[in-house]
């Protein structure tokens, strides 16, 4: 059986957004904080319990490992369980025009007080060059889903983790890597802030800024999306 043609289909956007203006309002920078902190303790908790796992396992195992962890918290973590109502792993969603119904980001956070309809999108990307799991790769498979409308495209900021196995670190790796896209033409990528490091602690975080071009085409102007930032943060 074929599957279904790659069409605009607005009336599944209409559905989904109904009574909804947008995009979303931003989520504050202090909560992002939390959830990245959030984050980095799942890594760890699951590196000590699962470290083979971690250290050699393919992406949607770690990835498992941390949707489990992620629940967990929110029992057990206070600042986590105020924020988090549940985490969703390859939860089907659709794109910023329904042309695409089974796009399946690594990990949904439902938040609470947020819309449901509208979790806070996380895309995981192991990184490690000897086996050819590159910046390159992260990019085109991660930041670009974004920038296109594939992944939260009725939101401000999103996520992306690095599952870090070589010595790549934001800063020098994804910086000059985005350095090089942002004057080349076209920039795949709609660079307009290079990384910005977030916090003084031991996670390597920062967000960039990246522009998006598609319209929402069922709301009247302005729809246009604007910019998003992506919070990078990469766990070794």
């Given amino acids: ?41 799942a890594f760890d908790d699951i590196r000590a319990d699962a470290p083979d ?16 962890r992620l629940n967990r918290l929110i029992d057990e973590e206070p600042l ?13 969603s659709i794109s910023f025009d329904g042309s695409h119904l089974e796009k399946r980001p690594d990990f ?9 309809r509208f979790p806070l999108i996380a895309e995981a990307k192991i990184l490690d060059a000897a086996a050819s799991k590159t910046t390159r790769l992260y990019c085109e498979k991660g930041i670009r889903r974004f920038v296109q409308g594939e992944y939260a495209w009725g939101s401000h900021e999103a996520f992306m983790i690095g599952y870090v196995r070589d010595e790549s670190s934001i800063d020098p790796t994804l910086t000059a890597f985005l350095s090089s896209a942002a004057v ?18 031991s996670s390597d975080l920062a967000y960039t800024s990246h522009g998006r071009t598609f319209l929402y085409g069922n709301q009247r102007p302005p729809n246009r999306p604007g910019p998003i930032a992506l919070w990078h943060l990469w766990l070794a």
């Fill in 184 to 201: 080349s033409d076209p920039d795949a990528y709609l660079v307009e802030a290079l990384p910005v490091p977030v916090g003084t602690g």
């Fill in 108 to 116: 949904s956070i439902v938040l609470s007080g947020a819309d449901r």
């Fill in 53 to 68: 796992t971690v250290a050699a396992g393919e992406e949607p195992e770690v990835t498992a490992l941390m949707q489990a």
């Fill in 80 to 92: 986590w369980g105020q924020l988090v109502l549940w985490v969703g792993r390859g939860t089907e």
């Fill in 1 to 41: 059986m074929r599957g279904p043609s790659v069409r605009p289909r607005y009336d599944q956007v209409a559905e989904l957004t109904r009574g909804v203006r947008l995009p979303l309002a931003p989520i504050a920078g202090d909560h992002l904080e939390v959830l990245a902190e959030g984050l980095r303790k």
